[in-house]
C-alpha cells in the first residue's frame, strides 16, 4: 500500500531522488522519479486552459472559470454524461478523442507552444497509466487543480479509473486535489458530482476534502448547501478547523449573508475554535456589507482584545458604513487605523511576526514568486484602503462641522434593484434615477465601482447602470456613489448579468452603451486561502452574451469591453468572426491597442499597473 504525502514533500522527494540518479541510473526508482521530475516540469510550463462543463450546465452563466476556453468562444461546449468506470480499450479510444478534439481547438486558438505544452501534459498522463503510479496520479491532479486546468485534472482522473484495480485505486488525496480542481475553477456542480464519486469509490472524505468542497460551494453562493455539508462533516466525526470556518465566512462576505455569518461565529465557539484576523476581516467587511455597523464595530473591538490587527481593508469597511449612515465619530475612528503611521502599525504586529516568519521561513523560499504575486496583492489593497478612507474623509471634511451627517440605508435608498442572487431583477428607471430618460450606460461586472463612479460623476446628463452579482462589491459601489454625491443618475443592481441583460430590462429600454472592464479577475496568491481570485479570461464574452448586448442596445449603441490579455482579445475575436452581422468596427482589427487618456481607471487597472502589467486591448463596438 502507498503512503499519501503531501504535494510539498513528493517535490522534495522526487527533487532528491532525481540527484540520486547519477548513482544510480539503472535503480527502478531512479527512472520513476526522474521521469515524475520531468513531467512535473512539463506540466508547469503548459498554459492555462479552461475546463469544460463535462456534466453539469452551469447554474450561473457569469460566474468567472479558471481561463480562456481551448476552443472559440462560438463553439459549442460539450456535455458529457459521465458514464460507468470504462475498459482500458474504452478509455483510451476516450482520451485519443479529447486528444484529437483539443489539438484542433489549440490550432485556431492558441500557438505551437500551447499546443507543444498540452501534449506533454497528455504525454504526462499517459506514463502515469503505464506505470500505475497512485502518487504520480494524485501529483498531476494536484498540479492541475493548482494550475485551474480542471480539463486535465479529470483526464487524469478517468485515466486513473481506467487503470484501477486492488493495488491501484483512488485516494482520499485523488479526491480533494480533484475537488479542489473544481473549486479553482468555479464549477461546484462538479465538485458535487466528485464528492458522490468519492462515496461510490468507497473513499471516506477527510478535512481537507470537505473544506475544498465548502469552498466550492461556497463561492457560489450556495451557502445553505454549506451549512448541510457542515453538519454531514460533524456528523461524520470530522472536526471543522479554523480554514473550514473561514471558508464558509468568506463565501458568507461576498454573497452578503448574515445569518450565515453568525451561524458561522456560533459553531467556531461551540467547537472551540478561535478566530483569527482574517476571520474578524471577513466578519467586519460581511456585517458592513449587510448594513450591521453594531455588529461590524463589535466584531472589531474583539479583533482587538484578542491582540489581533484589524486589517486595512476592515476598517475601511468600518469607516465607510459609519459614514454612511451618519456617524461621525466612528468613521474617524476607523480612518485613523488605517492612516495612522506605518511604524505604529509594525509595532502591533510584532506579537505575532516573528513566529509567522519562523513558521514561512521554508515555505517562502519554496514558493517565491507565489508569495510575490500575494505581496503585490495585499500592497493593492493596502492602497485601495488607504484611497477609500481618503474619499471617506473628505465627505465628513465637507459637511458642516456640528451639522448632522445625512444618513443612507443600503439597499432601501439606492435604487439597488436586487440585493439577493435570488430571481431576475426587472430596472425601474423611474426608481433608480431622477431622470430616466437620460440616455442608459450599463457596465457589467462592475467590481468595487471605481470606473463607472467617476463616468457617473463626469458625465450628469446620462444615467449609469452598475451590475454586479456579488452583494460586497454591490455595496461598495453604492457607497462610492454616496461619498462622491452621485447618486441621481447612478443604480446598482446586486445581479447576473446575462440574466439581468436576458429579462432585467423592460422590452422599450434600450442602452446607449454597454461597457465590460476587465473581466478577468485579478491575479492572486495560490494558497487555498487566498486563491479563489484567479488570472484566468471570463467566460462572459461569448456568443450568447453578443446576442444579448445586441437586443439591448440602442440602434447606434456601442459594446465596450477592455481586456489586458492578449489570448482573451483572441477569443473574443473568434466570437465576434462567428456572431457576423451583429457588430462592426473601425480600423483594421477588432481591437486597439491604446486606451483613450479620458476613458476611466478601474481596481483591477490599477492593480495590473502595479504588477507592471501594461497591456491593454480595446473593443469598440458597433451595433449593425
Known sequence: TMTEEPPAKQRRLAVKLSASAEVNEGSRTTRKTAAATQVQSDVASAPRAQAPALRTERKNPTARTDSAPLAPASAPRARVQRAPAPSADGEEERTTHKKAKVARDADECGGDEERAARERAYTAIGSATKRRDLIWFNQLIAEFAQRRQLHLALMAYDALRGAAADDLRPSEFTFASLINACARCYEPEQALWAFEEMRKQNVAPNEVVYTALLKAVCQAGMLEKAAELLAAMCAEGLEPNLRTFNTILRGALKHGCKQAIEDTLVGMKKREVNPDASTYEYVVRGLCACGDLAGAKRAATQCEDDGLLLSSTANAALATEAATAGFRNEAFAAIDRVLKPQKQQQQQKKTTATDVKAQNEQCVLQQSTSRKSLALFSRHQDKAARKQCTLVREYLTRAAKGASLPRYVFPDECGMLAPTLQGTPTVDLHRAFSNPLQPLFIELGSGAGDWIVQRAKKDQSAN?????????????????????????????????????????????????????????????????????????????????????????????????????????????????????????????????????????????????????????????????
Open 464 to 624: 449609469w447602470l452598475a451590475v454586479e452579482i456579488l452583494r460586497e462589491r454591490a455595496h461598495q459601489i453604492w457607497s462610492k456613489g454616496v461619498l462622491c454625491s452621485v447618486r441621481a443618475n447612478l443604480a446598482v443592481a446586486a445581479a447576473d448579468a446575462l440574466a439581468l441583460l436576458r429579462s432585467g430590462l423592460p422590452n422599450t429600454v434600450r442602452a446607449t452603451g454597454v461597457f465590460v472592464n476587465f473581466p478577468e479577475p485579478p491575479p492572486s496568491a495560490t494558497s487555498a486561502e487566498a486563491g479563489e481570485a484567479n488570472s484566468a479570461c471570463s467566460t462572459l464574452v461569448s456568443a450568447d452574451f453578443l446576442r444579448l448586448a445586441h437586443a439591448v442596445l440602442a440602434r447606434s449603441g456601442t459594446l465596450t469591453i477592455l481586456t489586458d490579455s492578449k489570448r482573451c482579445a483572441t477569443i473574443y475575436e473568434h466570437a465576434l468572426e462567428a456572431a457576423k452581422g451583429l457588430f462592426s468596427h473601425d480600423g483594421p482589427t477588432w481591437w486597439i491597442a491604446a486606451v483613450p487618456a479620458d476613458y476611466g481607471t478601474s481596481y483591477f487597472d490599477q492593480l495590473w499597473k502595479n504588477g507592471k502589467k501594461s497591456e491593454r486591448y480595446l473593443f469598440v463596438l458597433h451595433k449593425d
